[in-house]
């Protein structure tokens, strides 16, 4: 059997690792974009960002690793069109080159996902996103002190970056259309949580605004960290069923039983919130390719963990279970003292008709087990 997996991602290797461990010896053909060997990339926007971390430290495996297991890894190689019916997966060398024709029997799509750029028109310099370790390498250089940093959203990469940024004494302005950073996830009792963390840094937190072109004249850089989008035009024009990213089911096949998708492209039909849900985690990345993984090899399994987060910012780092979804929430009950900038550890359940459905700490690593086994619990 040849199993093909498009994306080298965090998702991808992940997938190659399992199906290793769990004892396929068949062909594995691992096709990546990128000419860096697969690494994860949270410390894109923190260590690494920070020149705390070398960039082998986030690869998921060496080089020597796909040789012993005898993985054909094509980096720099580009998937450009998928044929169900044959079976074939069309690529190219990024830049150019001799195309391929790499057949298979089951297809992994590991695709992720390509950052929202700004558009201000004219009158602006150019912005920049962080996705890629060569995005990173490119902002590290301009974190200096006194650098004037403009970041465009204040989400958890406009956070990171902020954090960064001000740690390498930059002078740092964030611009959120929102009433609060982070409002949409974890809704305003702890937002404001993370807009005084950040002001008390230093920050210059503009919110409920969207920066005009002059607000960015001034800046040495600016970054765009506004969302971002799954890439799945490959899936589409191969004709597969997508909405906001590639549909699969809650074994995460796809609309074709052979092909497979998983990680930030997945928009996935989840058992226990009953709903579809696509996540851009980390965490999700790995533990869906997993399961995939183990689908491809015959297991018949769910993938139905409740989605997952963490961040680091200044001293604070926090880890996030659970998913309040379009029904909300009622209240958030917080227990502990909330004097973020001080490093106090507190938790937060947030609570639905007397129920759990999301947990999170802050700074206090013991309770990793206790807000994920809190979620669905009477409150
Ligand atoms: P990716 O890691 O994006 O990998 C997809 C790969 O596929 C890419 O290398 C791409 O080039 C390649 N590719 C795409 N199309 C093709 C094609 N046609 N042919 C060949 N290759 C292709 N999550 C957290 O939970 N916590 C964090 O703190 C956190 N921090 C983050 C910080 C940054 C700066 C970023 C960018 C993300 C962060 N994330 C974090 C999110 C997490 O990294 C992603 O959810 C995860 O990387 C998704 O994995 P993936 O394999 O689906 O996609």
Redesign the pocket.
Known sequence: MSIVI?????????AVTELREKGYSGEIVL????K?L?????????GF?MGEQEFDEALVHDQAWYFDEDVDLRLG????RIDLASKVVH?EPVGGGEPLDIPYEQLLL??????RVLDMGGGVGPSMT???ID??ITLRKSLKPGAHVAIVGGG??GL??ASAARQAGAEVTVFESGDLPLERVLGPEVATLFADLHRGHGVDLRLGSRPTPADLSGADVIVAAIG?TP?V??AEEAGLAVDNGVLVDASLRTSDANVFA?????NQEHPLLGRRIR????????E??KIAARNMLGAHEQYDRQP?????QYDLGMEYVGNVGPEGYDHVEIEGPTKVLEGDAFRAFWIRSGTVVAAMHANDWDASDVIRDSIGTAR
């Open positions: 498009v994306g080298a991602g965090l998702a991808g290797a992940t096709l990546g974009a990128e860096h697969p690494y994860e990339r949270p410390p894109l926007s923190k960002l190689m580009l998937a450009t690529a590991a695709t992720g996902a390509t950052p962080l996705r890629t995005d990173s958890w990469i990171e970056v971002v890439n035009s490959l998983v990680g930030d492209i997945a996540v851009e985690h980390w965490d999700n990345a790995i869906q390719a997952y987060f963490f961040t680091d």
